[in-house]
Protein backbone atom coordinates (compact mmCIF):
# COMPACT_ATOMS: atom_id res chain seq x y z
CA UNK A 1 0.00 0.00 0.00
CA UNK A 2 1.10 3.03 -1.10
CA UNK A 3 1.06 6.19 1.42
CA UNK A 4 1.63 10.11 1.76
CA UNK A 5 3.56 11.63 4.22
CA UNK A 6 5.01 14.93 4.97
CA UNK A 7 8.87 15.04 5.14
CA UNK A 8 10.62 16.94 7.49
CA UNK A 9 14.09 15.58 6.99
CA UNK A 10 16.32 17.46 4.50
CA UNK A 11 18.85 14.85 3.82
CA UNK A 12 16.19 12.50 3.10
CA UNK A 13 14.94 14.71 0.98
CA UNK A 14 17.73 16.02 -1.07
CA UNK A 15 18.75 12.41 -1.16
CA UNK A 16 16.43 11.61 -2.94
CA UNK A 17 15.94 14.53 -5.27
CA UNK A 18 19.89 13.43 -6.13
CA UNK A 19 18.74 10.19 -6.90
CA UNK A 20 16.08 11.13 -9.80
CA UNK A 21 17.17 11.93 -13.27
CA UNK A 22 17.03 15.01 -14.42
CA UNK A 23 18.28 16.71 -11.24
CA UNK A 24 16.77 20.21 -10.69
CA UNK A 25 17.42 22.69 -8.02
CA UNK A 26 13.81 23.49 -8.37
CA UNK A 27 13.15 20.74 -6.19
CA UNK A 28 15.97 20.76 -3.80
CA UNK A 29 15.13 21.18 0.01
CA UNK A 30 16.80 24.83 -0.43
CA UNK A 31 13.95 25.98 -2.78
CA UNK A 32 11.53 25.62 -0.40
CA UNK A 33 13.57 27.55 1.72
CA UNK A 34 13.54 30.82 -0.49
CA UNK A 35 9.54 30.08 -0.76
CA UNK A 36 9.42 30.27 3.15
CA UNK A 37 11.83 33.55 3.19
CA UNK A 38 9.24 35.36 0.70
CA UNK A 39 6.48 34.38 3.24
CA UNK A 40 5.21 31.49 1.18
CA UNK A 41 3.57 28.51 2.57
CA UNK A 42 5.43 25.25 1.84
CA UNK A 43 4.51 21.44 1.91
CA UNK A 44 7.41 18.78 1.46
CA UNK A 45 5.42 15.60 0.54
CA UNK A 46 6.81 12.25 0.27
CA UNK A 47 5.56 9.03 -1.55
CA UNK A 48 6.30 5.98 0.58
CA UNK A 49 5.90 2.21 -0.93
CA UNK A 50 6.30 0.52 2.18
CA UNK A 51 9.09 1.71 4.64
CA UNK A 52 10.63 2.68 0.48
CA UNK A 53 10.26 6.49 -0.44
CA UNK A 54 9.55 6.47 -4.39
CA UNK A 55 8.45 10.10 -4.81
CA UNK A 56 8.94 13.39 -3.49
CA UNK A 57 6.31 16.53 -3.98
CA UNK A 58 7.74 20.03 -3.17
CA UNK A 59 3.99 22.11 -3.22
CA UNK A 60 4.22 26.08 -2.69
CA UNK A 61 0.74 27.52 -1.87
CA UNK A 62 0.81 30.41 -3.97
CA UNK A 63 -1.91 33.30 -2.59
CA UNK A 64 -2.37 35.52 -5.54
CA UNK A 65 -4.70 38.55 -5.74
CA UNK A 66 -6.53 36.94 -7.91
CA UNK A 67 -6.86 33.53 -5.89
CA UNK A 68 -4.83 30.48 -4.29
CA UNK A 69 -3.52 28.05 -6.04
CA UNK A 70 -0.88 25.20 -5.38
CA UNK A 71 2.18 24.87 -7.40
CA UNK A 72 4.45 22.32 -8.07
CA UNK A 73 8.01 23.77 -9.36
CA UNK A 74 9.86 20.42 -11.66
CA UNK A 75 8.19 17.87 -9.93
CA UNK A 76 6.62 15.53 -8.92
CA UNK A 77 9.82 13.25 -8.74
CA UNK A 78 9.38 9.82 -9.33
CA UNK A 79 12.47 6.92 -8.87
CA UNK A 80 13.18 4.99 -11.25
CA UNK A 81 11.17 1.30 -12.33
CA UNK A 82 8.54 2.45 -10.55
CA UNK A 83 4.47 2.62 -11.89
CA UNK A 84 4.56 6.38 -12.16
CA UNK A 85 0.51 5.73 -12.60
CA UNK A 86 0.01 4.39 -9.42
CA UNK A 87 1.95 7.12 -7.38
CA UNK A 88 0.27 9.68 -9.40
CA UNK A 89 -2.89 8.54 -8.07
CA UNK A 90 -2.15 8.51 -4.65
CA UNK A 91 0.05 11.86 -5.14
CA UNK A 92 -3.11 13.69 -6.88
CA UNK A 93 -5.42 12.70 -4.34
CA UNK A 94 -3.46 14.00 -1.26
CA UNK A 95 -2.74 16.88 -3.30
CA UNK A 96 -6.65 17.26 -3.54
CA UNK A 97 -6.87 17.64 0.04
CA UNK A 98 -4.27 20.20 0.38
CA UNK A 99 -6.10 22.18 -1.85
CA UNK A 100 -9.07 21.87 0.05
CA UNK A 101 -7.58 23.06 3.05
CA UNK A 102 -5.71 25.81 1.45
CA UNK A 103 -9.04 27.10 -0.30
CA UNK A 104 -7.04 26.77 -3.36
CA UNK A 105 -9.08 26.90 -6.74
CA UNK A 106 -6.73 24.99 -8.40
CA UNK A 107 -2.79 23.06 -8.66
CA UNK A 108 -0.69 23.75 -11.12
CA UNK A 109 2.40 21.22 -12.00
CA UNK A 110 5.32 22.24 -14.26
CA UNK A 111 6.64 18.75 -14.70
CA UNK A 112 10.31 17.76 -15.24
CA UNK A 113 9.25 14.97 -17.35
CA UNK A 114 10.42 15.13 -21.15
CA UNK A 115 7.92 15.87 -23.99
CA UNK A 116 6.24 12.86 -25.21
CA UNK A 117 2.56 11.58 -25.26
CA UNK A 118 3.05 9.03 -22.76
CA UNK A 119 3.99 11.74 -19.75
CA UNK A 120 1.07 13.62 -21.21
CA UNK A 121 -1.40 11.20 -20.93
CA UNK A 122 -0.37 10.27 -17.25
CA UNK A 123 -1.82 14.05 -16.60
CA UNK A 124 -4.69 13.66 -19.16
CA UNK A 125 -6.45 10.67 -16.73
CA UNK A 126 -6.04 12.58 -13.64
CA UNK A 127 -8.21 15.15 -15.18
CA UNK A 128 -5.49 17.65 -15.33
CA UNK A 129 -5.23 19.86 -18.52
CA UNK A 130 -2.43 22.34 -20.44
CA UNK A 131 -2.01 25.47 -17.94
CA UNK A 132 -2.04 29.00 -20.12
CA UNK A 133 1.00 30.18 -19.60
CA UNK A 134 5.02 28.60 -18.16
CA UNK A 135 6.26 29.07 -15.40
CA UNK A 136 9.56 27.39 -15.52
CA UNK A 137 11.25 27.00 -18.60
CA UNK A 138 10.12 24.58 -20.80
CA UNK A 139 12.75 24.43 -24.01
CA UNK A 140 16.22 24.48 -22.38
CA UNK A 141 19.63 24.35 -23.57
CA UNK A 142 22.50 22.20 -21.86
CA UNK A 143 25.93 22.04 -22.15
CA UNK A 144 27.30 18.40 -21.06
CA UNK A 145 30.85 18.72 -19.06
CA UNK A 146 32.81 15.30 -19.66
CA UNK A 147 35.24 16.44 -22.08
CA UNK A 148 38.51 18.89 -21.28
CA UNK A 149 38.37 21.96 -21.38
CA UNK A 150 39.99 22.65 -24.39
CA UNK A 151 37.54 20.10 -26.13
CA UNK A 152 34.83 22.57 -24.41
CA UNK A 153 36.37 25.35 -25.71
CA UNK A 154 36.96 24.31 -29.15
CA UNK A 155 33.12 22.89 -29.02
CA UNK A 156 32.11 26.43 -29.11
CA UNK A 157 30.88 28.10 -32.06
CA UNK A 158 33.65 30.16 -33.87
CA UNK A 159 32.21 33.62 -32.89
CA UNK A 160 31.84 32.87 -29.87
CA UNK A 161 35.45 31.52 -29.14
CA UNK A 162 36.57 34.88 -30.89
CA UNK A 163 34.32 37.15 -28.46
CA UNK A 164 35.24 35.32 -25.02
CA UNK A 165 39.27 35.70 -26.44
CA UNK A 166 38.20 39.41 -27.12
CA UNK A 167 36.42 40.22 -23.67
CA UNK A 168 39.90 38.85 -22.13
CA UNK A 169 42.02 40.98 -24.44
CA UNK A 170 39.36 44.01 -23.90
CA UNK A 171 40.43 43.90 -20.23
CA UNK A 172 37.11 42.57 -18.70
CA UNK A 173 37.48 41.15 -15.16
CA UNK A 174 35.22 38.41 -13.97
CA UNK A 175 34.57 38.17 -10.12
CA UNK A 176 32.57 35.85 -7.87
CA UNK A 177 31.71 38.04 -5.02
CA UNK A 178 28.56 38.35 -3.04
CA UNK A 179 29.38 41.08 -1.54
CA UNK A 180 27.18 44.43 -1.09
CA UNK A 181 28.75 46.01 -4.01
CA UNK A 182 27.90 42.79 -6.35
CA UNK A 183 24.64 42.65 -5.42
CA UNK A 184 23.83 46.26 -6.53
CA UNK A 185 25.65 45.90 -9.83
CA UNK A 186 23.20 42.97 -10.61
CA UNK A 187 19.68 45.44 -8.75
CA UNK A 188 21.23 47.82 -11.68
CA UNK A 189 21.89 45.62 -14.65
CA UNK A 190 18.87 43.78 -14.07
CA UNK A 191 16.52 46.63 -14.25
CA UNK A 192 18.42 48.06 -17.29
CA UNK A 193 17.98 44.42 -19.10
CA UNK A 194 14.29 44.58 -17.83
CA UNK A 195 13.48 47.81 -19.90
CA UNK A 196 15.01 46.40 -22.66
CA UNK A 197 13.16 43.59 -22.78
CA UNK A 198 9.90 44.42 -21.49
CA UNK A 199 9.86 41.91 -18.61
CA UNK A 200 9.11 41.68 -14.60
CA UNK A 201 12.55 41.14 -12.92
CA UNK A 202 12.69 39.45 -9.43
CA UNK A 203 12.71 41.42 -6.44
CA UNK A 204 16.51 41.77 -5.16
CA UNK A 205 15.12 40.30 -2.31
CA UNK A 206 14.16 37.34 -3.94
CA UNK A 207 17.51 36.86 -5.43
CA UNK A 208 19.33 37.41 -2.20
CA UNK A 209 17.39 34.66 -0.33
CA UNK A 210 17.85 32.70 -3.64
CA UNK A 211 21.65 32.90 -3.03
CA UNK A 212 21.72 32.95 0.55
CA UNK A 213 19.92 29.55 0.24
CA UNK A 214 22.03 27.49 -1.44
CA UNK A 215 25.14 29.09 -0.76
CA UNK A 216 27.46 27.08 1.06
CA UNK A 217 24.73 24.08 1.63
CA UNK A 218 26.93 21.51 1.24
CA UNK A 219 26.80 18.00 -0.74
CA UNK A 220 27.61 19.53 -4.01
CA UNK A 221 24.99 22.52 -3.43
CA UNK A 222 26.16 25.96 -3.54
CA UNK A 223 25.49 29.53 -5.38
CA UNK A 224 27.66 31.68 -7.06
CA UNK A 225 27.39 35.37 -7.88
CA UNK A 226 29.22 36.57 -10.84
CA UNK A 227 30.29 40.33 -12.38
CA UNK A 228 31.89 41.16 -15.53
CA UNK A 229 33.61 44.30 -15.17
CA UNK A 230 35.21 46.40 -17.32
CA UNK A 231 37.47 49.86 -16.34
CA UNK A 232 35.53 49.34 -13.23
CA UNK A 233 32.30 49.32 -14.47
CA UNK A 234 29.74 45.81 -14.15
CA UNK A 235 28.54 45.06 -17.70
CA UNK A 236 27.23 41.91 -17.18
CA UNK A 237 26.08 39.49 -14.08
CA UNK A 238 24.87 36.43 -13.31
CA UNK A 239 23.63 34.15 -10.05
CA UNK A 240 24.64 30.59 -10.92
CA UNK A 241 23.29 27.19 -9.31
CA UNK A 242 24.82 24.19 -8.35
CA UNK A 243 22.72 21.13 -7.46
CA UNK A 244 23.13 17.82 -8.13
CA UNK A 245 25.09 17.02 -11.45
CA UNK A 246 24.16 20.28 -12.80
CA UNK A 247 25.38 23.74 -12.55
CA UNK A 248 22.53 26.21 -13.63
CA UNK A 249 22.71 30.07 -15.03
CA UNK A 250 18.81 31.06 -13.53
CA UNK A 251 19.27 34.82 -13.46
CA UNK A 252 21.52 36.79 -15.73
CA UNK A 253 21.51 40.72 -16.74
CA UNK A 254 23.47 42.79 -18.81
CA UNK A 255 24.23 46.68 -19.05
CA UNK A 256 22.52 48.87 -21.73
CA UNK A 257 26.25 50.86 -22.27
CA UNK A 258 29.07 49.10 -24.00
CA UNK A 259 27.23 46.56 -25.30
CA UNK A 260 30.15 45.62 -27.44
CA UNK A 261 32.45 44.72 -25.58
CA UNK A 262 31.79 40.92 -25.00
CA UNK A 263 31.51 40.81 -21.25
CA UNK A 264 29.00 38.31 -20.73
CA UNK A 265 31.01 35.54 -23.13
CA UNK A 266 33.73 36.09 -21.09
CA UNK A 267 31.00 35.52 -17.54
CA UNK A 268 29.77 32.21 -18.88
CA UNK A 269 33.02 30.46 -20.30
CA UNK A 270 34.31 31.27 -16.62
CA UNK A 271 30.96 29.74 -14.55
CA UNK A 272 31.41 26.72 -17.62
CA UNK A 273 34.94 25.76 -16.69
CA UNK A 274 33.86 26.09 -12.49
CA UNK A 275 31.38 24.31 -12.84
CA UNK A 276 33.66 21.58 -14.77
CA UNK A 277 35.99 21.84 -11.78
CA UNK A 278 33.54 21.20 -9.31
CA UNK A 279 32.54 18.10 -11.14
CA UNK A 280 29.57 18.73 -12.24
CA UNK A 281 27.82 17.03 -14.99
CA UNK A 282 26.03 19.57 -16.86
CA UNK A 283 25.79 23.13 -17.49
CA UNK A 284 22.14 24.46 -18.01
CA UNK A 285 21.38 27.63 -19.55
CA UNK A 286 17.65 27.41 -18.93
CA UNK A 287 15.28 28.79 -20.79
CA UNK A 288 15.85 29.33 -25.04
CA UNK A 289 13.21 30.25 -27.41
CA UNK A 290 10.46 27.08 -28.72
CA UNK A 291 11.32 28.15 -32.24
CA UNK A 292 14.85 28.46 -32.67
CA UNK A 293 15.20 29.71 -36.06
CA UNK A 294 12.39 32.77 -35.64
CA UNK A 295 14.43 35.93 -35.82
CA UNK A 296 11.44 37.81 -34.35
CA UNK A 297 11.17 36.21 -30.79
CA UNK A 298 11.97 38.22 -28.44
CA UNK A 299 14.33 34.83 -27.04
CA UNK A 300 16.04 35.11 -30.40
CA UNK A 301 19.14 36.65 -29.58
CA UNK A 302 19.57 35.41 -25.98
CA UNK A 303 18.92 31.57 -28.01
CA UNK A 304 22.12 32.40 -29.94
CA UNK A 305 23.75 33.43 -27.37
CA UNK A 306 23.54 30.46 -25.26
CA UNK A 307 23.49 27.61 -28.29
CA UNK A 308 26.93 29.10 -28.97
CA UNK A 309 28.98 27.27 -26.76
CA UNK A 310 27.63 24.10 -27.58
CA UNK A 311 25.62 21.79 -25.96
CA UNK A 312 21.69 20.27 -26.98
CA UNK A 313 18.00 21.42 -26.37
CA UNK A 314 15.84 19.67 -24.38
CA UNK A 315 11.87 20.43 -24.13
CA UNK A 316 9.79 19.52 -21.15
CA UNK A 317 6.24 19.12 -20.65
CA UNK A 318 4.18 22.19 -21.01
CA UNK A 319 2.50 23.16 -17.03
CA UNK A 320 -0.35 21.50 -16.43
CA UNK A 321 -3.74 22.56 -14.87
CA UNK A 322 -6.10 20.65 -12.26
CA UNK A 323 -9.06 22.96 -11.66
CA UNK A 324 -10.02 22.47 -8.55
CA UNK A 325 -13.24 25.10 -8.52
CA UNK A 326 -14.96 27.54 -10.89
CA UNK A 327 -12.42 29.87 -9.64
CA UNK A 328 -10.00 28.44 -11.73
CA UNK A 329 -11.25 29.93 -14.81
CA UNK A 330 -11.02 33.75 -12.91
CA UNK A 331 -6.94 32.83 -13.19
CA UNK A 332 -7.03 31.17 -16.59
CA UNK A 333 -8.00 34.71 -18.09
CA UNK A 334 -5.88 36.15 -16.10
CA UNK A 335 -2.53 33.86 -17.33
CA UNK A 336 -3.62 34.08 -20.75
CA UNK A 337 -3.48 37.54 -20.95
CA UNK A 338 -0.71 37.69 -19.59
CA UNK A 339 0.98 35.30 -22.34
CA UNK A 340 -0.59 37.08 -24.66
CA UNK A 341 1.11 40.50 -24.03
CA UNK A 342 4.82 38.16 -23.41
CA UNK A 343 4.43 37.42 -27.10
CA UNK A 344 6.16 34.55 -26.54
Request: proline share 3%.
Amino acid sequence: MMRVSSIENREEWNEFARSVHPHTFLHAWEWGVVQEKQEGEVVRLGVYDGERLVAISLVVVVRARRGTFLFIPHGPLMADGVVQSAIFFVLVSRLREEAERCGAAFIRVSPLLERTSENAKLFFDEGFRAAPIYMHAENTWMLPLDRSVEELFAGMRKTTRNLVRRAEKDGVVITKEADEKSFSALANLYQQTARKHGFTPFSMNFVRDEHDAFVNAGQGTDAYLYTAWYEGMPLSSALVIHFGDSAYYHHGANALEHSKIPSSYALQWTAIQDAKAAGKKYYNFWGIAEDEEDPNHPWAGLTLFKKGFGGFRTDYLHAQDLPISWRYWISWAVDTMRMRRRGV
